[in-house]
């Protein structure tokens, strides 16, 4: 109880509720301002409001992140845009895209912008260098 004795908001996790700004889950999912906005205002990205302000709580981002991708450890997710994949491999931009398009890197949509997760991108990696004889990742 808070010093009015009034409940404290718990997540499902039993935490005590973090909220977010529509800013903050802009760069938490490497999304441009319009398209946050527009996820939040849709419903997709679920957000309460206070008076003027919007919030998004972070265990709802969380859960959101999760379903999306497939993963619920727990985990903060990094998200890549292409461009970002694209200069990491060394790779064109046809091909990076290409490559996304098929699902040979795994990817997930927010709205129309096309994000990649850090660790599937690593795991990616990880899998090609593997099958190149004499490398082993990690060494």
Do not use: C, W
């Not at 999760?66 to 990491?88: P, S, Y």
């Not at 046809?94 to 997930?108: F, Q």
């Not at 990649?116 to 593997?130: A, R």
Request: aromatic share 6%; net charge positive; no cysteine.
């Amino acid at each position: 109880m808070t010093a009015n004795n009034l409940p404290v908001p718990l997540a499902d996790n039993g935490e005590k509720v973090i909220f977010l700004t529509v800013e903050e889950v802009r760069q938490r999912l490497s999304l441009g301002r319009s398209m946050a906005y527009k996820m939040v205002k849709s419903g997709e990205i679920p957000a309460v409001r206070f008076g003027d302000s919007i919030r998004v709580p972070k265990h709802l981002l969380d859960k959101y992140i999760a379903e999306k991708i497939g993963q619920n450890n727990g985990d903060e997710v990094v998200f890549l845009t292409v461009e970002e994949v694209l200069k990491r491999l060394y790779l064109g931009r046809s091909t990076a895209y290409n490559l996304v398009r098929t699902g040979e890197i795994p990817s997930v949509a927010f709205g129309k912008s096309i994000r990649v997760p850090e660790h599937l991108l690593n795991k990616y990696i990880t899998e090609n260098l593997s099958q190149v004889a004499g490398i082993q990742p990690g060494t």
